[in-house]
């Protein structure tokens, strides 16, 4: 017996036909967008994630750098006058007495072994004053040289040049030789003169015409005991002869003063020396001869302590 399957065949046509119509809607309504008309008083709002950048250009991805906030600028609080601050005076060094008892006097001369000293505080100013009561200090040796028309003696470079220029001048005017016979000693061999005059003078002589060391004017390199080559002594006449008085009137022209004039001891603390000169600059020396200022104590108002006056 035959059956007829056309039936059968045209329902599963069907049936496939069908089933592909309705795949082929449901991917033809997923690729197809719609279309909404859009009022010209809607506002278009559009979708970052979705909006194309135009072709040329580069859409940043980076996050905008912030802008700093500008520090104001402070003008300066003036400030008030700054106090100066006083430097502190300088304490002086002393050399104190080595013999008990106070001051100790003979004939007018004080012993300076029994009166306190201040140290100068610069021994290589050429017109420091050193005496009795004002001493250079042991550790101090100046720059010295030879000097001319001497007995192998030295002194400070300044010195010795004037000497020079004073003694060629004398030997010009009057055609005086002039000498030098001590210039430059060190402290030991002021310390030596010192002790070996006390035992050959006496006390009251060795106070009277011999430095103890530091307060003496030699160990500066700037005192000359002179005379004429023809009598190499040192002689308290030398300023009564020629070239003493020469001396005298000139010496000031090089920087040279008489140090212990004659009746003066109680000024200067020596007695009369007429072979003693001291180099002291032009300055110095030609303003003590044009005011007649004879020591260089009165120069610096400083005479020495008399007895009477010394405990006041």
Known sequence: MKRNFLPVILAAAILITSISVTACDKKSSSDTSVSIPVSSDTPVVSDPASTTPEA???????????????????SPTPSGTPTPVPSPTPVPEYIEPILEGGPAWYDGYVDPRTVRAEVVSDPSDIAVLVNKYYASPSWYVPELVWAKYSADQRLRP?????????HDACMADIGQDLYLISGYRSWETQTASFNNAIPRRGLDKAVCKNAYPGRSEHPLGLALDINIRSDPEIRDNFVYTEAGQWVLQHGHEYGF??????????????????????YVGVDVATEMYLNNIMTLEEYYGKPQILPDAYNE
Request: hydrophobic share 30%.
């Open 56 to 74: 040329g250009t580069t859409e940043s991805t980076e996050a905008p750098t912030p802008t700093e906030t500008p520090t104001p600028t402070l």
């Open 158 to 166: 300044e010195a010795a040049a004037a000497w020079e220029e004073m």
């Open 257 to 278: 003063i008489w140090r212990y004039p004659a009746d003066y001891g109680s000024v200067t603390g020596y007695g009369v020396e007429g072979w003693h000169f001291r």
